[in-house]
């Protein structure tokens, strides 16, 4: 899910009044975040779009509010479309913990066990053949020096 708010973000972004104020900036990808979350939980596009807007309407351009709004629709529904097409399965949790040892809030990225944030991990902690461990010994001739 994170590809698709961080597109819907990208998109609306120069629509801002001020598109690189970090407040600003901040308020949209939440907003972003939580409409593609609540779309991928079931919640209409066209409710969505509509609470998405109302969120950010005040970081917007006037002049280029309408525009937002259409593109919000186009975007949602277009990836509504998607989502039922793939009948996506409900979204996994990361797996990965935080510095205080509680589980990560975030939904797994498809296809494994970690978010956008953690993936790095799904590597890292993969597990090894036995047969493919090799010990580093120092040969015998060398080992008195």
């Known amino acids: 899910m994170y590809e698709h708010s961080r597109d819907l973000f990208t998109a ?3 629509l801002l009044r001020e598109p690189e104020a970090p407040t600003a900036k901040r308020q949209l990808l939440r907003s972003c975040e939580a409409a593609v979350q609540h779309l991928a939980h079931g919640e209409a596009p066209d409710r969505l779009s509509d609470r998405t807007f109302r ?16 593109m919000m629709e186009r975007r949602l529904e277009v990836l509504h479309r998607a989502m039922a097409e793939a009948r996506v399965a409900p979204l996994q949790r990361c797996a990965a913990t935080n510095r205080r040892g509680e589980p990560c809030g975030r939904d797994a990225l498809r296809g494994t066990d970690y978010c956008h944030s953690h993936r790095h ?13 090799v010990l580093l010994r120092r040969p015998p001739e060398h080992a008195d020096r």
């Open 12 to 14: 609306l972004r120069p």
């Open 121 to 133: 991990l799904a590597g890292a902690l993969a597990p090894v053949a036995p047969d493919a461990v």
């Open 55 to 70: 969120e950010v309407r005040s970081l917007l351009a006037l002049h280029r509010a309408l525009d937002a709004l259409q």
